[in-house]
Each structure stands twice: as C-alpha cells, then as structure tokens.
C-alpha cells in the first residue's frame, strides 16, 4: 500500500512538470511533422515516415525517462519533503520501488499518448498494419524502463549533470555492443596492454545492457517480421535487469544520508 | 501502556562526525557524545545556537541519518525501527511538503502513509484542519498559503498519527506573535492529552514559558540539562525594605556593603539566607517595613548567553 501512495505521488508530480509537457508536445509535434513530410514524399518512401515516426518516439522516450530519473530522488532531498516523508512508517525500499514505478506508470503514460497519436495517423493514412508497431513501441517502453533504473541508480551516487552524461555514454555504448566485441580483436600493443584491453571492452560488453535488442524499427519499416515470443524475452530480461539495478539502488539508498 | 515516567527518548554516546572540509583526513565532529533522556508527557526545549547540532540530532532521531557511534532510541527502540515511526511525528522547520497539492490532499498523502484511508482518515483529516484552523483554506494549493498556513498544515501532518512523541524543529518560525501564541497554546494542550514534545527552538522565550526540562547544546557538546525552574534559578534572594532613618539604612549596609539604595528603600542581594534573615531582624528593630523577600530567577536568555557565550555559537 505504501509502494503505491508513494508511486501515485511520483506520477501525480511528474505529470505537472512543465519540462515533461514541453518534451511531449515537441515529441507529438515531430510525429505530426513526419506525416506532413510524408505528402511531399513519393509512395515508395513512406516507410521512411514509420521509421521517423518510431524514432521520434525513442529519442522522447529517452530524453524523458533520462530528465525524470536524475532528479527524482535528488530533488526530494534537496526540498526536503523527503524527511517528512522517511519520518513516518515508511521503508526506504518501499520508498526507491515506489519512486520507480511512478515513473515507470508516468513513462507508460508518456509512451502510450505518443504511440496512440502516433498509431491514429498511421491509421488516417490508410495503414492499418499496427501489430508490429505496437510491439516496436513495447520494446521501446522497455528500453526506457531499463535506462530509468539505470538513472534511478545512478542518482543516490552522483550529481543530476554526472548521471545525464553517464546514462547518455551507456546509451551509446549499448548501441555499439556488436561494435565493442569486434574491436576487442583488434587490441594491439604489449600482451599485457592487450589483455588489459581486451577485460575493459569485455567488462563494457557484460555489464552495459545491448540497447540493439530493443530496437526492431528497421524491420518495422520494412514491413519484416520477429519471433513470436522476441516482445517476451525482451520483457523478461529487462525485468531481470532492472531489479538488479533496483536491488542495488535500495542497498545504496539505504546508507545514504539524507 | 506508557506510564508517567517512561523514558521516550534515550541517547548514549551519540556522536556524529563529517570529513572535514578544510583538512585531508580531518574530521568535524558535528555532536560529541550527547547523553539525553526524555521522559513521557513532558516538552522537552532543546536549544543551542546555529551549528550546535539540534538538527543533526533531530536527524538522528528520525533514522534520516546515521550515527558516527552511540546509540539513538526511541521507546527502546533504535531510531530507525520501522515500528518506531507508528509512535512518533516530525514537524520540520521548513515547511517542506507537495505544494502541487491542497493542504487536504497534503494530509490526505501523509494519512495513506499511515495506513489511514476512507472515512476513518476524512474525520481526522477534518478534525485536524479545525484544530488548526485550516478549513476554510484547505482546498487552496500549498504553494498559494503564507509561511504561517504551512507551519499550521505541518503541524496538522504530524498529528494524524496520534503520535505519542512529537519532535518539533522551530514550531513557531515564521509566525506572527498571534499565531506563535496559538502554537505554544497547541503544544500545551498536547502534553495535556498525554503526549511528549521534543521542541527544538531558537525562540528562548517559547521554550522558558511551555518546557518542563531543557538541554543546551554548543558545538556539539551539552552544556546544560535539567528542570527548566532549576536551571534558572538563581539561588540568590532578594530582600527590598523601606527604612524609617538614614541611621537604619547604614546598619544594613554594614551587614551587606553590596546593598542598593533608592532614598530610604534598600535592596539587598543576596545566596546567603543567614545574612537574609539578619536583615529581616534589623528591618523590625529599626521599625522599618518589609516589602518583599523574593528568590531570584535568570530568564532562559540570560542562562543560555552565560552558557554558550556571547559570540550566539560558531
């Protein structure tokens, strides 16, 4: 009960944050855009605008559930109210998971009005092929989710401005883990050089979560199919993934002064 | 069942120490093994100047941070135990709350925290904004109250619980005399009902008139703790006599070099209750009248200027 009077204050907030308002709007407007673009385009560019449409809504998704998690328990501490809140029957576990999941439902809040506006153009357009769309967005979604743990995480250690820059690096490189395992053969240099090299690119590679895996854009576009269960693992990988990181937040947030 | 008496809040040895700032390896010790015991149905003053460790301590008791060594518990239990926090309530100094919500909302979020939901927290809630007489702005968003409507609404957020321990930082900041009065009244009656105010204040006069015992703090250390009227008692008395005769005024004054005269009225001062009552004597002999004989008392201001020193802390 707590976790969810908790997770309701965190949504309820998070959802009159003007920053947040003005990323969403900027986020409809791209898509709305993407679809203009399209009259101008021939017929046989219009999967263009899906991908546009998809990516418009990765890089909000991205940049809201960055801009929320790096602040949310900070900003706690900085006003205060957390010790009016900590000061009552409240476990600072049920107080990490409660801030997680009202940003989780604000980021689902988030995804779900920018995949509807999204999905009703398609849809005015004449495409009424969804299916894989949704499951597109749905890996996405996850991919915020993921990223928000990583901040949540992030944000009992270090500053607001430290945690962006680390959250935008692990973004990249899980982009480019197919990349990191390549280059690890081409270390050169002493032996030991190399085998210093090779444990830091393997450590990237088995710690930073392979962000690829969430993206199934191109394939939306065009117009491939995935494994029926792909949407699944993803899922349950990702739950994996993120109690870890919550399990880890809790532990340090535990000692953490506040 | 807490009987009178119970010690509430009990610390030994608590110590809290930062990495010094201004020193590699160095350490500040912020509070240096403070002793306190806080008893059942008394309000507690816990003064200091800025930087003598009130709020570290308040901190302390409230789980929010953690001691250096020493120990911090609260009905027997260590301050951070969840079972605690059911008994006891904070009102911060700053009115830290989700000014995005209306002071009934605000209780209303402070209520589920406890538990209490429905009816049983609407009458509360309702009782609780009469008693602070929030009611009629209780649907106003928290960012459009005065510093005064906070201070009420933090009082009303730590009374849901019916708390047996209240811990008060500067109850009265930020409010005008009328509503400083209304707050001290409050305080009263809640140890009336039974229950200990753990009051940390710089408002020396508040906590003179409403604390049964107090403590001070400087740099870190308690300096003083005790009855309040025993703290400031003085131990002297005062003698003011009116003298028929110059002749009577110099016999008093050759008891006592130190007496004060206004014309024919003395004024004696004086630890010594012998010397009190040979002047008594010589008052009758000299067909003089008593006009009163008074034990003297300090005003917490002059105890705690005597105690922490002039300088009002670091």
Known sequence: MTLFVIARSTFNEAIRRRILMVLLFFALAMIGGAFVFSNFLPTTQEKMVTDMGLSAIQLFGVVISIAMAITMIPA??????????????????????GKFLGGVATLGLMTVIMAVVFLAALYFKGDHSTGLIIEAVFLWFMEFTLLMGIAIFLSIVVSPMVNAFICICVLILGNLTAYIQYLKTFSTGSA????????????IYNLVPNFQNYD????????????????????????????????????FFGEKEV | MQTANETVIRTEKLTKSYASPNMIGGVLTVLNELDLEVFQGEIFGFLGPNGAGKTTTIKLLLGLIFPTSGTAEIYGKP??????????????????????????????????????????AESKIDELLELVSMKDASKRRLREYSRGMLQRIGLAQALLNDPGLLIMDE????????????MRDLIIELKNRGKTVFLSSHSLYDIEIIADRVALLDKGN???????????????????????????????????????????TVILRTANEELIAQAIELVHQHKGRLISVVPLQQSLEELFMETVGKGGGR
Do not use: C
């Open chain 1, 216 to 251: 199934i854009s191109q394939k939306v576009a065009q117009g491939q199919t995935v494994p029926a269960n792909y949407a699944w693992i993803m899922f349950v990988w990702t739950v994996f993934y993120v109690a870890f990181l919550l399990l880890m937040t809790m532990h």
């Open chain 2, 171 to 182: 109850p009265t900041n930020g409010l005008d005399p009328v509503a400083q009065r209304q």
């Open chain 2, 79 to 120: 301050a951070d135990d969840l079972a605690v926090k059911h008994k006891i309530s904070f009102m911060p100094d700053q009115p830290h709350y989700y000014d995005f919500l209306s002071g009934y909302e605000v209780l209303k979020f402070y209520a589920s925290l406890f538990k209490l939901t429905g009816k049983a």
């Open chain 1, 192 to 203: 030991s050089m190399v085998a210093i090299t090779k444990t830091v690119f393997q450590w």
């Open chain 1, 76 to 97: 706690e501490i900085d006003r205060r109210t957390i010790h009016t809140i900590l000061s009552k029957p409240v476990s600072r576990r049920m107080y990490v998971l």
């Open chain 2, 222 to 264: 308690l300096v003083k703790v005790g009855r309040t009227r025993e703290l400031l008692s003085r131990k002297e008395l005062e003698l003011t006599a009116e003298l028929p005769n110059e002749e009577a005024v110099q016999a008093i004054r050759a008891l006592a070099p130190d007496t004060r005269q206004t014309g024919l």
